[in-house]
DNA sequence: TGCCTGATGTTCT
DNA sequence: GAACATCAGGCAC
């Protein structure tokens, strides 16, 4: 993964960027891969964004270089990915919001408790749980195992629909959600 | 199909 | 002590 390509972008820029590329898991000596077709931008001047307020110990990661993974912990029982973006020092970061199995489907089925389908990965706490991301790995870099993000050639704009967030109360207007058009494994409206 | 709610940790006010 | 970038299960329609 090129870090500084991430780095000289801004959110919405890298969220349309990331649409497509793979993650690689190394999961219980197997190889997972999947494709990420669904984003969300976030960053510092975004009243939604948890680098709003500004840096605190939580949302460090955020404002460090660009390639690592933030995660953080929510609603009590859930984690969320974030690829962290931008220059160092400027809070941005992208969510991964939903992703498509490419490789070791049936793995992510086991830990998704037998979910099958489209069900395994399209949300963003469920990919985390089939990922099995957790805050152990929050400030992981990317380029480097059991977590690796491999960019792919950037997707034509034709492909790419842009929208406003999902799941959030602060800022909604802001059209910074971006996914791969018709693809089945996007989250719900 | 679609709303409602319970589960439940961490962070910030 | 409240808010929170959620999900799954239950129940009503």
């Not at 793979?22 to 975004?46: C, K, M, P, S």
Request: charged fraction near 25%; aromatic fraction near 6%; hydrophobic fraction near 35%.
């Amino acid at each position: 993964m090129n870090r500084n390509e991430l780095a000289g972008m801004s959110a919405s820029e890298a969220a349309k960027r990331l649409l497509g590329c793979e993650l690689e898991r190394e999961l219980d000596g197997q190889t997972v891969r999947v494709r990420i077709v669904e984003t969300e931008a976030y960053d510092e001047t975004d009243a939604a964004s948890h680098s709003y307020k500004g840096r605190t110990q939580r949302t460090d990661v955020m404002f460090g270089s660009a390639g690592h993974l933030y995660v953080y912990f929510t609603y009590g029982m859930h984690y969320c990915a974030n690829v962290v973006v931008g220059n160092e020092g400027y809070g941005a970061a992208v969510l991964l919001r939903a992703a498509q199995p490419l490789e070791g489907e049936q793995l992510l089925e086991r830990r998704r408790n037998g979910k099958t389908g489209v069900d395994i990965t399209n949300g963003p706490a469920k990919l985390c749980q089939a990922l099995a991301i957790t805050k152990q790995l929050n400030g992981h870099n990317l380029e480097k195992t059991p977590l690796i993000l491999r960019l792919r050639p950037a997707l034509k704009e034709s492909v790419i629909e842009q929208t406003t967030r999902i799941g959030i109360s602060q800022a909604k207007e802001m059209p910074w959600r971006f996914y791969i058009r018709a693809n089945p494994y996007i989250s719900a409206k």
